[in-house]
């Protein structure tokens, strides 16, 4: 116990605060600030679905992962995207995790792309 609480803070005096929301420039190099971690996948997806297009995440302008589930019989395969792996699901054998590296600049045409084919989009990485 007082190991656990030594660690706590010695990376409370080491590390900053984690910051829970994550800057985004737009095609029209407007910045937005979007919640991070799991939230960042459904603000990422929302601004797609009105249209906008993403510049930089997170200081970002070449690369973010998004993870889809997909049954297991389903494969995908999308413009300038690159599958980087694909795994099972231990509790549920009929789907699978499918992971794709997008550029940031196709990833809003890829969302927009992915809700129209009724794909689960698992994840949006906001780095």
Do not use: C, W
Not at 120 to 126: G, R
């Amino acid at each position: 116990m007082a190991y656990g609480k030594l660690i706590g803070i010695g990376t409370n005096e080491v590390y900053e605060k984690a910051i829970p929301s994550t800057a985004v420039i737009l095609e029209n190099d407007s910045i937005v600030m979007l919640p991070r971690y799991d939230k960042f996948t459904e603000a990422a997806l929302n601004l797609a679905k009105e249209g906008h297009s993403f510049k930089e995440i997170a200081g970002n302008n070449s690369a973010i992962l998004i993870t889809l589930l997909l049954p297991n019989d389903r494969n995908v395969q999308y413009p300038n995207t690159q599958i980087v792996f694909t795994q099972p699901i231990a509790s549920d054998s009929s789907v699978k995790r499918v992971t794709l590296a997008v550029p940031v600049s196709s990833s809003s045409t890829l969302l927009r792309e992915l809700s129209g084919d009724q794909v689960t989009i698992e994840h949006v990485f906001d780095y």
